[in-house]
């Protein structure tokens, strides 16, 4: 089944505001740009990925998604993530995607050979295959099979309630562990984390 690739991007200005006590707003945006990038490059580079899709409501995040060759889809101002990836979500199975997988543009770690790993985990059919954040409350990614199974339950707790959801509707459940893909940026503690990672890895 052909496998689409799901990134929901928030407007690099307004992304990352729980890090301003440590970074001013260009900071943020520079890494939240270089976050994107990153994710983009491990998702083009990955073996298993047919497309590419991108939602957001920046303009700029838009366009550098298309540099990479994804497709692209313009967030309603008044929308959720949980409703932007609804719309992705129809808008790929439109186009043919049986599978999906979803990443956040904030995993710092990020590479194609995880990404690979991850997605051979998705093997049956009828499936979810799900990695939570490092405190094991929200989900860091997730493929789900069929693409349009669940109903997405991004927020606090949506690792439980993503398990809840692939019950309710009969999908068996892979759950991965990664240090990879565990580790987003969403606090300072979480930059500290990062930080500690890349001496114990030099």
């Known amino acids: 089944m052909s496998l689409w690739a799901v990134v929901p991007v928030k407007p690099f200005r307004q992304g990352k505001s729980r890090l301003s006590s440590i970074m001013d707003e260009d900071e943020r945006y520079s890494l939240n740009s270089t976050l994107f990038g990153n994710t983009m490059r491990s998702l083009a580079d990955s073996r298993a990925i047919e497309r590419i899709l991108v939602v957001s409501k920046d303009l700029n995040v838009l366009s550098t998604a298309r540099s990479f060759g994804a497709r692209t889809i313009q967030e309603e101002n008044q929308s959720s993530l949980n409703i932007a990836l609804h719309l992705a979500t129809r808008f790929a199975v439109f186009s043919g995607?049986?599978?999906?997988?979803?990443?956040?543009?904030?995993?710092?770690?990020?590479?194609?050979?995880?990404?690979?790993?991850f997605i051979s985990k998705g093997d049956k059919p009828n499936q979810l295959v799900i990695c939570p954040d490092r405190k094991l409350d929200g989900t860091n990614a997730m493929l789900v099979s069929p693409a349009d199974r669940?109903?997405?339950?991004?927020?606090?707790?949506?690792?439980?309630?993503?398990?809840e959801e692939a019950k309710k509707n009969g999908l068996s459940v892979e759950i991965y562990r990664s240090r990879v893909l565990e580790l987003d940026l969403d606090v300072p503690e979480d930059l500290e984390y990062l930080r500690q990672s890349e001496i114990k890895r030099n």
């Open 97 to 117: 995607a049986g599978r999906l997988l979803i990443v956040p543009a904030d995993l710092p770690l990020l590479d194609s050979a995880e990404i690979d790993t």
């Open 150 to 163: 669940i109903t997405f339950q991004y927020g606090p707790g949506s690792f439980a309630k993503h398990l």
